[in-house]
């Protein structure tokens, strides 16, 4: 199955090998994720892909269409992948099955499966349960909780009490009530020099998470298995807004670098907007859908309600895919001016 | 009315003409209120004794009622109507009137009431249109009701909370264990929709199964002839 425009260069773009590339691509994120908060990422990834092979094995079957050819095109793992990558790991177990079965059944097959959803599964998920359970959802662990592999099973399956160790909030959001808090008296250098939860540029340690995507994402480009449109045009967005309220007031508003290393924006700008099936497919479309997600996610973040607005801003742009799609059809080829 | 017509009617209303599930008019309360069983039950008993005036003195003024000013007078006869609910209400039930709120006066302006004044008790005699809005009310009923207990089960995991503000001896059901976190989705509106969705889905799939089963039951020998009839 293809999913490029013609003139269709791009040779064995088959579904199940884009999406092993994509597994792939994730791999430098996830390991720089396991050494910071330990094992548990994995247990969840686990966790999420089993629940995501389930749910897509008996949708399919509810609805009559061939197992074996789609359950291995491996659409499912990256759902459930992203899925774990942005709960926090610590979360009890059924969370995350909420989440993937919400993602799977509701948001991905009763659209009609693979290629018809109009929204990102994973985001659906996260919306879906940010606003169900708002206080689990931002139960990050502190950085530099060392904690055995066995603790972590423990507090993930229920088994354990949840300590107040694994109840910290992401840089993002501390940052956002300490500047809420603090009511005009803080500035964010002060804030900054709190090396507990900050580091060189961002958050300690998840900054080299946010590195890590970066790096994946730069290989799938390298790869040709995304242009460079929308990633850049969703960094720019956030840049633009982002160091325009810096250069404003920079003790209010952190600096353009710090929003990039922070949150889901770069598992977001070259994992989930470039997602080829509720994205824009135009090139202009493409800049255009990244733009506007960088600044409502950066909008939603610094002065809305949620930790991160990566999710919300996907899920709005995803709406207006289709519009802008229609409105930025590029020019046929050997025809003249404009077609409409 | 013979017992066709009363069948007819009692099947409109409660399954092929649905309120919620056919015409999806009236969505405003039906997603605002429905969050559990009690209160979506009320509130569409107190539609449903709207309707079965408001249709009763429309068929019965029929004739008299202008044909260019019928939506005005129908507006006022149903906004009395619902006035007299409104303070009955207030005065029997005050907890629950306070749970509702803005939702009783609104059953003036909630489609189904002007709907079926208008497509129904207009046209027919005044028997029959008490029949009518007595069973759409009745499909309203139960389609909230289901609703209440999917969005209450869900979201809190009891049945019949507030059962008490109608029945001071009754108590609300604990269904899942007291720990159960609660799936907040199903209490919000989008939770709302997605399961009235699947309640329209489910209906439409019933329909196709039945319709399926009739098309496969061997022809009887009358509808035969008429065929036979038609194609001569």
Not at chain 1, 50 to 68: D, Q, W, Y
Not at chain 1, 91 to 115: E, Q, R, S
Not at chain 2, 74 to 99: K, P, R, S, W
Not at chain 2, 193 to 219: H, Q, S, T, V, Y
Request: charged share 10%; aromatic share 10%; with cysteine.
């Amino acid at each position: 199955m293809m999913f490029a425009p013609a003139p269709y260069l791009l040779k064995d773009a088959s579904v199940s090998r884009v999406m092993t590339m994509v597994c792939l691509a994730l791999i430098p994120g996830i390991t720089a994720y396991a050494w910071l908060v330990g094992p548990a990422i994995l247990v969840q990834l686990v966790i999420a892909s089993v629940t995501a092979i389930a749910a897509e094995a008996a949708m399919l079957k509810l609805r009559g269409k061939p197992l074996a050819m789609f359950l291995s095109d491996g659409s499912a793992i990256v759902t459930a992948w992203l899925i774990a990558l942005t709960f926090p790991p610590l979360a009890p177990w059924w969370l995350v099955v909420t989440g993937t079965l919400f993602a799977i059944v509701i948001a991905k097959h009763l659209y009609g499966g693979l290629g018809q959803n109009p929204f990102n599964p994973a985001m659906v998920a996260f919306a879906a349960c940010i606003v169900s359970f708002p206080a689990l959802m931002s139960q990050w662990p502190s950085v530099g909780l060392q904690m055995p592999l066995l603790d972590q099973l423990n507090v993930i399956l229920g088994l354990a009490p949840r300590v107040d160790a694994l109840s910290g909030a992401t840089p993002l959001d501390a940052m956002k009530t300490a500047l809420k808090l603090g009511e005009g008296q803080v500035d964010i250098a002060h804030l900054l020099a709190n090396q507990d939860i900050y580091g060189n540029f961002a958050g300690r340690g998840w900054e080299w998470v946010a590195v890590g995507y970066l790096l994946g994402g730069l290989w799938l480009w390298q790869r040709k298995l995304i242009t460079w449109h929308a990633p850049l045009a969703f960094i720019g967005g956030m840049v633009l807004i982002s160091g325009v309220l810096w250069l404003y007031q920079p003790a209010s508003f952190a600096s353009p670098l710090f929003h990039l290393l922070s949150g889901g924006t770069l598992l977001g700008a070259f994992f989930i907007i470039t997602d080829p099936v509720s994205g824009c497919t135009t090139p202009r479309g493409k800049l255009i859908f990244g733009f506007c997600a960088g600044l409502l996610a950066y909008i939603i973040r610094v002065f809305g309600g949620f930790p991160d607005g990566v999710a919300f801003a996907v899920l709005l742009m995803n709406l207006s895919a289709p519009l802008i799609d229609q409105l930025t059809q590029p020019r046929i080829f050997g025809m003249k001016g404009k077609q409409s | 009315m013979t017992r066709d017509e009363f069948s007819t009617i009692a099947y409109n209303g409660l399954w092929k003409q649905n309120t919620a599930l056919a015409q999806l008019l009236g969505l405003c309360p039906l997603l605002a209120v429905s969050t559990n069983i009690v209160n979506g039950v009320m509130l569409a008993l107190a539609t449903i004794i709207v309707m079965a005036l408001a249709n009763v003195a429309v068929a019965m003024l029929r004739n008299l009622i202008p044909h260019e000013i019928r939506i005005p007078v129908f507006i006022l006869i149903v906004a009395a109507l619902v006035t007299v609910v409104d303070l009955l209400f207030n005065a029997q039930l005050h907890e629950l009137y306070v749970v509702l709120g803005i939702f009783i006066p609104l059953i003036v302006t909630n489609c189904i009431v002007l709907a079926r004044v208008e497509a129904f008790a207009a046209k027919n005699p005044p028997l029959n249109s008490t029949v009518d809005g007595i069973f759409m009310g009745l499909g309203l009923l139960w389609t909230l009701a289901v609703l209440g207990a999917m969005r209450e089960l869900l979201g809190s995991g009891t049945l019949f909370s507030g059962i008490d503000m109608v029945f001071p001896s009754l108590s609300p059901i604990q269904v899942l264990p007291a720990d159960y976190p609660g799936f907040l989705l199903g209490l919000l509106p989008p939770g709302a929709f997605i399961l009235l969705g699947c309640m329209i889905a489910w209906k439409n799939w019933m329909d196709a199964r039945a319709a399926e089963r009739a098309k496969r039951r061997p022809p009887t020998p009358e509808a035969i002839a008429d065929t036979a009839e038609a194609g001569a």
